[in-house]
Nanobody
Framework: QLQLVESGGGLVQTGGSLRLSCVFTGFHSDNHAIGWFRQAPGKEREAIACISSKGTRTKYADSVKGRFTISRDSAKSTVYLQMDSLEPEDTAVYYC????????????????????WGQGTQVTVSS
């Protein structure tokens, strides 16, 4: 079992920045790849970034590439999502999720791959 708790959401103006945090705890927590997803009202869930279990690999959706950065601090059991140049289209509930990755190779952006999910944090970008 892996527990994940997101924080850092809020209201920001267009062009601004936010940093989301995902604290993960549980059995084999350091052997989980962590992904960030988001869901806007009336839209399907979108995968936006993933980092492998030891942080050596990352992958981004085209919609956020160059603006968002995912990173990992294993000592703090925390994955971060630095979001810069935010746009109103980034408004959504952001979720982090995890799945086992013993080989430090997984950077899947497929939602069904992930077994454990946090409760989400709201990000609102005003125009």
């Amino acid at each position: 079992q892996l527990q994940l708790v997101e924080s850092g959401g809020g209201l920001v103006q267009t062009g601004g920045s936010l940093r989301l945090s995902c604290v993960f705890t549980g059995f084999h927590s350091d052997n989980h790849a962590i992904g960030w997803f988001r869901q806007a009202p009336g839209k399907e869930r979108e995968a936006i970034a993933c980092i492998s279990s030891k942080g050596t690999r990352t992958k981004y959706a085209d919609s956020v590439k160059g603006r968002f950065t995912i990173s990992r601090d294993s000592a703090k059991s925390t994955v971060y999502l630095q979001m810069d140049s935010l746009e109103p289209e980034d408004t959504a509930v952001y979720y982090c999720a995890g799945h086992l990755d013993f080989t430090d190779t997984s950077v899947s952006l497929l939602g069904p791959v992930f077994d454990y999910w946090g409760q989400g944090t709201q990000v609102t970008v005003s125009s």
